[in-house]
């Protein structure tokens, strides 16, 4: 009788810690973090997180917040904060769906997500509920999207702080007394950078002068950027007037970019630039200034012709030689 009322205290406290949070308070990865910690604690992860702009907004990124607690607990609330003069938060939720990994494999009561973007803060909390009234916990709470909304001065840098606080985050063990617990916070730095990626000149294989008829032309090259390259594209055109484009890859071997221009008949003059963009958005591009490069189609033939003639020349040259050498 004893036991079958103290599971009904523990369920009615299971609903009202779960319907408390409710009243006062999301990217699903499914992994640990990168950065662990082994006692009670509460982290996000990535801890440091570093972008560049040319002073454009709207990047986005995300972090997850991460719990550990060695003892057994019964519910928990956490409260990630933010500055809403640099970044807002776009949306956030429990890491697996529906409910945390923090609780995994034991029935929980998930309350909403509230993300509070005047005040700076993105609040989640679940509790056990009967029979699991009890349980140690370990793996990821919740996911934060952010969208960045303030530059950084020119050529400078805009730092902030990303923080679970004690005061307002926390766990519960079965009587409801508050687990002492270790938080770790997450900065992130916008930094300024106006210098588009250097573009080398490019290479083309075959090369320009022994391009046959429909062959496949691959032309390679070299990109760099400080703040890393985020994409870089090929142009080219047979006409001068209709321009196709092809993505450019990073060769992993050779360090350097590569796309291929399609095979065209002889006689065609095909011309082409390239286009590079840098995480921050700048451009670059390839040749800054006409002329762009360019090379022109052989038909096959013609390199055929090209031995026949030279074998043939060099036969008339002995022979004349030879003549010459014998007459008196």
């Known amino acids: 009788m004893v036991k079958i009322m103290l599971e009904k205290r523990f369920a009615i406290a299971a609903t009202v810690i779960g319907l408390m949070l409710l009243m006062v308070f999301a990217w699903p990865n499914g992994v640990k973090a990168v950065e662990s910690h082994t006692g009670n604690a509460m982290w996000i992860d990535p801890p440091t997180l570093n972008f560049t702009t040319n002073g454009a907004t709207g990047s986005k990124f995300n972090v997850t917040v991460y719990g550990n607690v060695n003892v057994t607990t019964f519910t928990y609330q956490c409260m990630l904060h933010f500055d809403p003069s640099q970044i ?8 697996a769906t529906a409910t945390s990994q923090f609780f995994a494999g034991h029935t929980t009561f998930p309350v909403p997500v509230v993300i509070n973007n005047a005040t700076g803060s993105v609040t989640s909390g679940e509790t056990l509920l009967s029979p699991d009234s009890k349980a140690s916990g370990d793996g990821s709470i919740m996911w934060v999207e952010f969208t960045i909304i303030s530059a950084p001065p020119t050529n400078g840098t805009l730092s902030s702080t990303l923080y679970v606080d004690p005061s ?11 687990i002492l617990m270790d938080t770790f916070n997450a900065t992130y730095t916008l930094t300024f950078d106006a210098t588009p990626p250097t573009i080398q000149a490019p290479t083309q294989t075959p090369p320009a002068n022994n391009t046959g008829e429909n062959e496949i032309v691959t ?6 950027d400080d703040g890393g390259v985020n994409n870089v594209t090929l142009f080219y055109t047979p006409d001068n007037v209709t321009w196709d484009t092809a993505s450019m890859s990073l060769n992993s071997t050779t360090n350097l970019w590569t796309g291929t221009i399609p095979g065209y008949l002889n006689g065609t003059t095909v011309q082409y630039n390239i286009t590079a963009f840098d995480n921050a958005g ?9 002329p762009n490069p ?4 052989l038909p096959e033939l013609t390199f055929v012709m090209l ?3 030279l074998t043939t ?12 050498v014998r007459s008196p």
């Open 88 to 95: 807002v938060c776009d949306r956030a939720g429990y890491t």
């Open 168 to 178: 307002d985050s926390f766990f519960l063990d079965t009587v409801l007394d508050t």
């Open 219 to 224: 032309v390679s090259v070299n990109v760099t």
């Open 282 to 290: 700048n451009m670059g591009t390839y040749p800054t200034a006409p």
């Open 294 to 297: 360019s090379y022109t189609v």
């Open 307 to 309: 031995i026949v003639l």
């Open 313 to 324: 020349m060099t036969a008339m040259i002995v022979m004349l030689r030879k003549k010459f």
